[in-house]
């Protein structure tokens, strides 16, 4: 595995970021969450290992100690830089697999129509508005609270931050001071997004452990309905992020799903 900063080139000014790079064969471009890199690393490594794949994980700028421009405050900005970062790369035929805010990024990336992009894998995203289902807000809940609503098993992930060194809990703290201004004034949500789904002719597969309680399998299921052609699959003794929690079954999934691209 490589870690590379990549300089991209776009209309708004120069953008790094930084990229883990690792095996060989079709490639993925993985989108983390708000709970950062660490959160999809080891399923990339999983892939990666078990698969032939070479995977592709971006850190979003302004998490983990990187360098965000005043410019780049949004899902579909973001979207642009990663188009970009995939033309830098020269790759073609590319699943993109994002986790929650990776998700809605992920979905704006197909709304762009890249040819370098076979299909797209949204893993319990945000981004939609859907009555009577509202997302958490996590940005009001501890670490316990959020991994109460976040893990089907919580005992297994819940971190007591002040067991944690400074460094790590300054770095948690620029995170997630980072996601605020990614998930913009509707807290995680585009009043627009759900409409302009519509118009996404990449082949989706939306996946979503059911025991999430920050945004419900209702909320999944919408996010599938408007997406056309799209397919919904439900994963057990899973929550917001089964990367963590089922990443055998969710590499199945993502793998099946990518199979039926390369028979295109």
Known sequence: MTSTVHTLALSSGHL???VEDQGHGRPFLLLHGGGGP?????????LADERPARVVTPVHPGFNGTARPDWLTD?????????????ALGLTDVTVVGNSIGGWIAAELALLGSVRVSGVVLVNAVGIQVPGHPLADVSSLTPAELS????????KFTVDPSTLPETTRAAMAANSATLQVYSGPHAMQDPTLRERLAKV???????????????????????????????????HQSGHLPQLETPAE???????????????
Do not use: C, K, N
């Open 16 to 18: 790094d970021v930084t």
């Open 38 to 46: 660490q959160t999809l690393g080891s399923f990339a490594g999983l």
């Open 75 to 87: 899902a579909p900005a973001l979207a642009r830089a990663y188009g970009h970062l995939l033309d």
């Open 148 to 155: 109460a609503l976040a893990y089907h098993d919580p005992a």
């Open 201 to 235: 002719t990449h082949p989706a597969l939306v996946v979503w452990g059911e025991s999430d309680q920050v945004v419900d399998t209702d909320y999944g299921r919408a996010y599938a309905a408007a997406i056309p052609g799209s397919r919904f699959e439900l994963l």
């Open 250 to 264: 969710l590499l199945e999934l993502v793998w099946e799903f990518t199979e039926t691209q390369m028979t295109r």
